[in-house]
C-alpha cells in the first residue's frame, strides 16, 4: 500500500475517473491520503464527480510518473468523521476553500477493495490486491 501511496504523491497531480450514466468522466485530483492501511482521496460534495461516485462508487485513479505509472480500481465510500479531520490537517489549503463562510463540504471517500496495476508504457506489469 505504502508503494501506491509514494507513487501517486510523487506524481503530483492524479486523475480520477467515475461515470456519468453511460459516459466514463475524469478530472485531476490532488488528495490522496493513507491512513492505517487504508486508502482516501477526496472531492466537494456539491461537485458533479461526488454526485457520480454516490451513484456508482466504483472509481479509478490513474497517476504518471516519467514513463511508470498506476491504475487503481477502487470503490468509494465515505470516510468516518475522523479521517475527514485528519485529511483537513495534512491538507491545511483546504480550510480556505471549504469552510463554513463558504458552505462547501468536502467528501472525503476511502478507496475499498482496491486493485491497483504498476504499469510501464508496454503495459501492466505487475498487479496488486489491496
Known amino acids: 500500500m505504502r508503494e501506491v501511496t509514494e507513487f501517486i504523491k510523487k506524481a503530483g497531480t492524479f486523475y480520477l475517473g467515475t461515470t ?6 475524469i ?3 490532488g488528495v490522496f491520503q493513507e491512513y492505517d492501511g487504508k486508502l482516501y482521496t477526496a472531492v ?7 454526485a457520480q461516485i454516490e451513484k456508482n462508487p ?3 485513479i490513474c ?3 516519467g514513463t511508470d505509472w498506476v ?9 468516518p468523521d475522523e479521517i475527514v479531520a485528519r485529511v483537513f490537517a495534512d491538507n491545511p ?7 463554513e463562510t463558504s458552505g462547501l463540504q468536502l467528501g472525503v ?3 475499498t477493495n482496491a486493485v491497483v496495476e504498476y504499469c510501464s508504457m508496454m503495459g501492466p506489469d505487475r498487479v496488486e490486491i489491496l
Open 20 to 25: 456519468d450514466g453511460d459516459q466514463p468522466e
Open 27 to 29: 478530472r485531476p485530483i
Open 44 to 50: 466537494g460534495k456539491h461537485k458533479k464527480v461526488f
Open 58 to 60: 466504483k472509481v479509478v
Open 63 to 65: 497517476a504518471m510518473s
Open 71 to 79: 491504475r487503481l480500481r477502487a470503490v468509494a465510500k465515505l470516510a
Open 93 to 99: 489549503f483546504l480550510t480556505s476553500l471549504y469552510n
Open 109 to 111: 471517500l476511502e478507496l
